[in-house]
DNA sequence: AGAGCTTTGTGTCAATTTTACACTATGCCA
DNA sequence: TGGCATAGTGTAAAATTGACACAAAGCTCT
């Protein structure tokens, strides 16, 4: 993790920040890294928010997305796609978000537009990072999630149903995964981003017609119930299929 | 089409831009309005533009872009949809970009991120209005277009794309055609969007099957040829449908 | 050691959807 | 009136989907 000369002579852009929506599954369900931003001085409004900054005048958005991912995760190379731009002149209409901003940016009352990204980690590679813009950082269910700061939660909101999207198109949803997962896992990882119940063995057979899976000869340990077999992702398959395209990855 | 006072004691942000891929459709192919810039001076570089400008430090997005349309159509409540945010620091790279930035931006060297958004209209609901900032604008097919301004090809490509994805998903694309319409030429226009062939009877099929066309009791006219009988988009249908919500809508 | 608990893993059938494919009908034009 | 161009229509085979139930494996507790 070493320091790059990127920054030098540049300046950050007062207007133009990114949001990162950070997805996780703990093998349970959906969970979304969010920023604590400890107590709020005037007493109320929601202390989560997603973690995010503005840009810097010589780094392109994905470069931004992947820097804030950094800082935060000190993870590089990870799955990272764009939702969109928000920009409401009144995003910042919470008096505890004016307060907030008056404590970490130069010129609070700006007027700024976010280019919000969602990126899929597996939980177990996260490690906390020393933060200097907030109290810490923690791993919320999605389902729990009721409001964030700013226009967060909308963005949120879009980023699901994005991800949603996605999944039925493209296998991505072994970014969230250990490297040897067992069908129940990515069945219930399905479940958890489409919200909705899947048939146990209409899934596997569906996933398993996809051919991008590789089945090892190795069971779970330690459960106290019939031991799963483990899986793992097949990149070479998914190389293929992906050039073929594929549509029909519906649930 | 009435002035209002929106922009009274606002300011143009000379970071962030809209700019409009608008799709149209001949009844042959799928077409895309261009700015044609004139004779660039340096003498080599793309003519042609998306249509496009800075913001205003008062409205959002949305509003940028449906002021970005009307300018150029004198179109209002036009189907509208972002594709997303475009910002290489060297975006704007090609030397002719460099030169006409400086006859219409007050900041001409400021780095800027561009909201693109694609939206869809009836070209014969067009009239072309008088621009300041460019000679004039076209209906370029968009199987001939081979270059453009700035990163506007590129941000066309993505238009493209997620146009094809939504006309998956929900029939946007009778805003494209006019209010009455022949099942060929809606056939034609699936193809030109999808870029790939249909077949005619599976095509008409699938399409009656989602029971939102009205068939109009009325024939073509003067077509060398059998006559198509015409129909129209049947809205209220359509709401019903999306209430229950489809998936399957894939061609 | 055995009973009980929990989760894994598996197959079939009916209904629906998809794909491939070719000929007649209609109206204009020459 | 014959020729031309496009409209409009059906079927059969293959693939996909959706609904559904029970035996097998390993742990735990007694």
Redesign the interface.
């Known amino acids: 993790m070493h320091h790059t000369n990127k920054k030098i002579g540049s300046e950050l ?1 007062p ?2 920040s990114v949001d990162c929506v950070i997805f996780g599954f703990d093998l349970e369900q959906l969970t979304v890294l969010l920023i604590d931003r400890g107590e709020i001085p005037s007493g109320s409004g929601p202390r989560l928010a997603l973690p995010g900054n503005l ?1 810097y ?5 994905d470069q931004a997305a992947n820097r804030v991912l950094a800082e935060l995760t000190a993870l590089e190379n990870i799955y990272l796609e ?1 939702v ?6 009144d995003r910042i209409h919470k008096e505890s978000d004016r307060e907030w901003l008056k404590t970490i940016r130069a010129e609070p009352e700006a ?1 700024v ?1 976010t ?1 919000a990204y969602f990126s899929l980690v597996q939980m177990a590679h996260y490690q906390p990072q020393a933060l200097s813009f907030a109290k810490n950082a923690d791993w919320i269910p999605v389902s729990e999630i009721k409001e964030l700061a700013f226009d967060h939660f909308e963005i949120l909101q879009e980023a699901k149903e994005k991800l949603k ?1 996605k999944i ?1 198109i493209q296998p991505i949803g072994f970014n969230l995964l250990p490297e040897k997962f067992t069908l129940s896992q990515l069945h219930r990882l399905y479940e958890s981003i489409l919200d909705k119940p899947l048939d146990k063995r209409n899934f596997r057979r569906k996933i398993q017609k996809l051919d991008i899976l590789s089945s090892l000869r190795e069971k779970q340990k330690g459960v106290p119930h019939k031991p799963s077999l483990l899986y793992e992702f097949n990149e070479e398959k998914y190389q293929e299929l992906t050039q073929t395209g594929f ?2 990855f ?1 649930f």
């Open positions: 852009n207007n133009v840009i005048d010589n780094e392109n958005l764009q969109g731009a928000f920009g409401d002149p007027r537009i280019v999207q039925k549509d029909n519906g």
